[in-house]
């Protein structure tokens, strides 16, 4: 069974930095690829970045230059940097395991979510 706990949100000013993390338990993370997601008040979950198992980058228009996704296979974490903050990245983030093919990110586990509030 796999599990994802996230953890780093949190109130910060509008152009501040963040850094979320995820930990995960279970077998076979090496061999899948990540992404995290959000969700603001009112509008649908989206996707903002995913990494596949060989360490290919993905972003959204959105945040391409804001934010680093990473992971490190040796402590089973998944991270996502964000910098340059605006108060429409306010949302709960998610992160997730899933595939990757042809570039398009399949989820197939969820976490919790944790609170990013960018406000002055």
């Known amino acids: 069974q796999v599990q994802l706990v996230e953890s780093g949100g949190g109130l910060v000013q509008p152009g501040g930095s963040l850094r979320l993390s995820c930990a995960a338990s279970?077998?076979?993370?090496?061999?899948?690829?990540l992404g995290w997601y959000r969700q603001a008040p009112g509008k649908e979950r989206e996707l903002v970045a995913h990494?596949?198992?060989?360490?290919?980058?993905n972003y959204t228009d959105f945040v391409k230059g804001r934010f680093t996704i990473s992971r490190d296979n040796a402590k089973n974490t998944v991270s996502l940097q964000m910098n340059s903050l605006k108060p429409e990245d306010t949302a709960v983030y998610y992160c997730?395991?899933?595939?990757?093919?042809?570039?398009?990110?399949?989820?197939?586990?969820w976490g919790q979510g944790t609170q990013v509030t960018v406000s002055s």
């Open positions: 997730s395991q899933g595939i990757s093919s042809r570039g398009t990110y399949y989820p197939n586990y």
């Open positions: 279970g077998s076979f993370f090496r061999f899948n690829s």
């Open positions: 990494i596949s198992s060989g360490g290919i980058r």
